[in-house]
RNA sequence: GGCCCUAUCGUCUAGUGGCCUAGGACGGAGGCCUCUCACGCCUCAAACAUGGGUUCGAAUCCCGUUAGGGUCACCA
């Protein structure tokens, strides 16, 4: 058997959005898991409608999640190493129009499609004559046995579709569907222009790419048997097929922009993992017993077919942000750094390593690290939030708070644990609990009631900077 | 409307005829730990859409109903 050859094939029209991304990772990780070849193939026939720029945001998308393809557009990476070109190249449609012209002459040379003239407007009359009277419209094949002759203007080409029969797709999501050929209609493969429409296309470079499974959104299904008969029509092995059910929104629609974040990118911008992203997508459809989290390591031997579900799926934010906390608790301190700061200016942040390692159990995004610096290590003076204030700086409170500075001034340097115990004697002594101390002494020098481990967030505050903000709490409660 | 697909806790799911008084995870509630927060740990609430079959036995197989979704283009 040889090695499978499947590929991903967006149309530029839009950016790389959850549903494409989970697509394309499964299609990734049938071929890591058995050693084939994953391509990335450009549908960009709706010349109205793509753009540059949605091109841009899909090779964007999938190298930040990691997926990369083996063939398909060239793209040169930041270290200098280039994926992607390859023996079929080109892998935009547009620049393959040649192929597509080759293979429709072969059909109709064989009698299984022939040019017609009829014009879309004279069928849109014919259409709604048939809603009207509510009836199902099929093309009435005016055009069938006329013979058109190459070059006629205006000609298209339509795909004769078998009047009798059955298709069946043995899906391997969906299991078995049998269309009836009745319900089938002779559809348009080639404009008049030669731009294939999308049924052809895609058949064609299938084809000619050696494609021998396609995955991809189960909003496909009703295509399949068409695209089978062109499979046999060009003589062809019809591909394995794999229908993955549609990602909804919370009220169960197709996810869309107004449930929020649906570009991958965003996600990126928003402080995510990629592979926080891919784990939950993977889980989204997929199971591997109770397991929750997968790298993509784990996935290239673990990911399965008979595993993946048939049912739509609501995306959940929620456990996507958990997964994303969980990744970075994984994450090293480094790496959290290095991300932390490629999302946001920092300036020179020597303290910002440190402050990772203090926040890592606490951060669910990566913008939750960038912004507690911001608040708690970078100012000089932090900002208060009234209502901590008003509990816990307090005119009472405030004798014990100059005796926490001196205490502060003197013991500072000798170290966290020192201090910590430095600060149970002093608060021993007054005879009050630990918090009673130390939720005050928090307020005062960082602004609020909530933060990390007090004195091993004020090691990385400094003495200097620590004392100041305590010198101005207490001047506040004069 | 025609054709097609789907149906287990709010959500993602385990389950492939007996292991199911249905398991895990997110979220929710309560508790423990604790300088606050978070982490961690413990406990609880929460589901087989519905009606018929088949079978000794059905969440699992079949049929109907209902409900969701997909699709009916010279878009992809």
Redesign the pocket.
């Known amino acids: 058997m040889p090695a499978p050859r499947v590929r991903f ?3 530029p ?1 839009g950016y790389l959005h959850i549903g494409g991304a989970r697509t394309a990772l499964f299609n990734w990780l049938f071929a890591r898991r058995t050693g084939g070849t994953f391509i990335l193939r450009i ?1 960009d ?2 010349r ?2 793509s753009t540059e720029s949605s091109l841009q945001a899909i090779l964007d998308g999938m190298r930040w999640m990691g997926l990369d393809w083996d063939e398909g557009p060239a793209v040169t990476t930041a270290d200098g190493t280039v994926i992607g070109g390859g023996p079929h190249a080109p892998y935009f449609q547009m620049q393959r129009l040649g192929t597509y012209e080759r293979h429709a002459d072969a059909l109709i040379e064989g009698g299984r499609a022939y040019r ?5 407007a004279e ?1 849109d009359v014919l ?1 709604e004559q048939a809603k009207a009277e ?1 009836r ?2 099929k ?1 009435p094949g005016t055009c069938r046995d006329r013979g058109i002759a190459k070059g006629t203007p ?1 000609a ?1 080409v339509r795909f004769r579709m078998p009047a009798e029969g059955a298709t069946v797709l043995h899906d391997l999501v ?7 050929h009745s ?1 089938l209609q002779d ?2 493969i080639v ?2 222009d030669g ?5 052809f ?2 058949v064609v470079d299938d084809v000619e790419m050696g494609i021998t499974l396609v995955a991809r959104g ?6 399949t048997p068409r695209q089978m008969l062109m499979y046999q029509a060009l003589n062809y092995p019809v591909p394995v097929f794999a229908h993955l ?2 990602i ?1 929104g ?1 009220d ?3 996810l869309s922009k107004r449930h929020g974040a649906v570009s991958v990118l965003q996600y990126r911008d928003d402080g995510y993992l990629p592979g926080a992203l891919l784990n939950y997508l993977v ?5 591997h ?2 397991e ?1 989290i997968f790298t993509l390591e784990d996935l290239k031997s673990k990911f399965d077919w ?2 993946v ?8 934010p ?2 996507l ?2 997964l994303n ?2 990744w970075i ?1 994984r994450t090293p301190v480094a790496e959290l750094s290095a991300l932390v700061r490629s999302l946001r200016d920092l300036g020179p942040a020597e303290q910002l390593d440190g402050f990772i390692l203090l926040m890592k ?2 951060a669910k995004t990566l913008l939750d690290f960038a912004d507690a610096y911001t608040r708690l290590i970078a100012p000089l003076q932090v900002e208060y939030d009234a209502k901590s204030v008003a509990k816990n700086l307090t005119a009472e409170s405030k004798p014990m708070l100059a005796e926490a500075r001196a205490l502060l001034a003197t013991r500072f340097d000798d170290g966290t644990p020192a201090l ?1 115990a430095a600060f149970r004697d002093f608060a021993a002594q007054k005879g009050l ?3 009673k101390v ?2 005050p002494l ?1 307020v005062a020098t960082t602004g609020s ?8 967030l004020l090691a990385l505050v400094g003495k200097e900077r620590t004392l100041a903000r305590l010198d101005a709490a207490l001047e506040k409660i004069a």
Not at 195 to 199: A, H, I, S, T
Not at 218 to 223: C, F, L, T
Not at 283 to 287: A, F, I, N, T, V
Not at 309 to 316: D, E, M, P, S, Y
């Open positions: 094939a967006p149309s029209t549908e026939t709706d109205v409608r017609c003239v009829c014009t879309k069928l259409r509510k199902g419209f093309y205006g298209v969906k299991g078995e569907i049998v269309t009836q319900e559809e348009v404009r008049a731009v294939p429409l999308y049924n296309g895609a189960d909003d496909h299904v009703v295509n059910p549609m909804l919370a169960k629609q197709r889980r989204l459809g997929w199971s017993g109770d929750e008979e595993h579900g048939a049912t739509a799926g609501v995306f959940n929620e456990k942000l958990w906390q969980e608790k159990e606490r910590d609990g630990l918090g130390l939720q928090r009631t909530v933060s990390p481990p007090l004195f091993e």
